[in-house]
């Protein structure tokens, strides 16, 4: 029996480019529920030091007795991080099949059917990246926060937005995240084929240049 040569071996589903694009949206689905609940829960600030103290608390109780301190965290800490992971190897792995198939730039590009946060969705994810270093250090580790309490949560945020060079960095990611999340949403559920109404109306239809007739969009009733 012959086996196939290497070369002209088929991907494995993960492999492909469909299979990365899945991974990307499947890992960027986890991770956007999870700044939603991050954002939700830290609202709690605005209810004081006590109560956004204990809600800290509570994430490291949640579960017990069946479970011991800290457990269900670090379970969502280690899914967090493997979305992390393939999300970042998914993305890398889809830029470098564009670059492939697209080894010299084009001379002149016009910007069609696209919109800003689109084409900043890989600085975006570079910075992001970068912001939640920071933050890990500043609010989890405590190592650039200038002055870090171990549990007094409610302290180490108002200490670090205090600084104003810090603050405007968390606004400035907070956008950069926002633009992030609008395409990256619409771009998962695309891939996942769920961009139809209601959902597809929810995105505004990208800027044409003038004199340009516009396409239907699919995620518009019509
Ligand atoms: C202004 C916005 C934000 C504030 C005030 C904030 C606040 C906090 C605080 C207080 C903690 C420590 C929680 C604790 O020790 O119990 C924390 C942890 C964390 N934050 Fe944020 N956060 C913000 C935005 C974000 C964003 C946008 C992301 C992700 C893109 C993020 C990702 C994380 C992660 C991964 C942790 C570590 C969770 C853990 O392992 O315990 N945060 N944040």
């Known amino acids: 029996m ?15 480019l469909v299979g990365q ?3 990307m ?15 939700l829960g830290n609202l709690k600030i605005f209810e004081g030091p006590q109560a956004f103290n204990a809600y800290a608390e509570g994430l490291r109780t949640v579960g ?29 792995e889809t830029t470098r099949a564009s670059w492939r198939a697209r080894p010299v730039g084009y001379r002149r590009l016009e910007a069609v059917e696209t919109t800003y946060a689109a084409r900043t969705m890989r600085w975006g994810g570079v910075l ?23 549990g007094d949560v409610y302290h180490n945020v108002v200490a670090s937005l205090r600084v104003w060079v810090v603050a405007a960095a968390y606004i400035a990611a907070m956008v950069v ?16 084929g769920l961009n139809r109404p209601p959902t597809g109306r ?11 007739s516009p396409r239907p969009s699919p995620g518009r009733a019509r």
Request: no cysteine; glycine share 8%.
């Open 2 to 16: 012959t086996s196939l040569p290497s070369a002209t071996a088929r991907p494995g589903v993960i492999g492909s």
């Open 64 to 92: 017990a007795p069946f479970f011991g301190r800290g457990w269900l965290l670090w379970i969502a800490r280690i899914v967090l991080i493997v979305a992390v992971l393939a999300h970042i190897w998914a993305a890398i």
């Open 202 to 212: 929810w995105r505004a239809p990208p800027r044409r240049p003038r004199g340009r």
């Open 128 to 150: 992001i990246a970068l912001y939640v270093i920071y933050h890990l250090l500043d609010l989890t580790f405590g190592r650039v926060n200038p002055s870090f309490v171990p």
């Open 21 to 23: 694009k899945a991974v």
């Open 25 to 39: 949206a499947v890992t960027g689905v986890i991770l956007f529920l999870f700044v939603v609940g991050h954002l």
């Open 177 to 192: 995240l926002g633009l992030h999340l609008y395409h990256g949403t619409w771009s998962a559920l695309q891939t996942l």
